[in-house]
């Protein structure tokens, strides 16, 4: 985890031959809100590649870099103080080139606050 202590997984369920759902808690007390924005937290879009990053490497079981980022739309803003538990749905899937590609929704309650799609080159 590159953030000591930003965020922990709640639960992790295989709901397809190559889908999950993983609920994480955001710690909303974590230093970075502190500067994103002061008062006013909102989690920022670097962190919350990352996470995706950090959850799937541990699903593959590799050590990943990102080779390209495609489709990022950030639909909601999250307020860890508001809404700290999410729910992210990732569709994995490994290419004949040992490539990871993922496509990522990512929930507060019923609201989409992320879609992604990227791919991943093993390291």
């Known amino acids: 985890m590159v953030l000591k202590d930003f965020y922990n997984v709640l639960s992790e ?53 990102i080779q390209t980022l495609s489709n990022v739309k950030f639909m909601a803003l999250i307020n860890p103080e508001v809404t700290p538990e999410l729910r992210l749905e990732l ?3 490994t290419t004949e080139e040992d490539l990871v590609k993922v496509k990522n929704t990512t929930y507060f309650n019923d609201t989409v606050a992320l879609k992604l799609s990227n791919v991943y080159k093993k390291i």
């Open 13 to 65: 369920e295989k709901t397809g031959d190559s889908k999950y759902s993983i609920t994480i808690l955001i710690n909303e007390k974590h230093e970075v809100f502190k500067g994103h924005f002061p008062g006013n937290p909102i989690m920022p879009g670097v962190c919350m590649i990352q996470i995706i990053k950090e959850l799937t490497a541990a699903i593959t079981k590799s050590t990943l870099i």
């Open 91 to 93: 569709e994995i899937t």
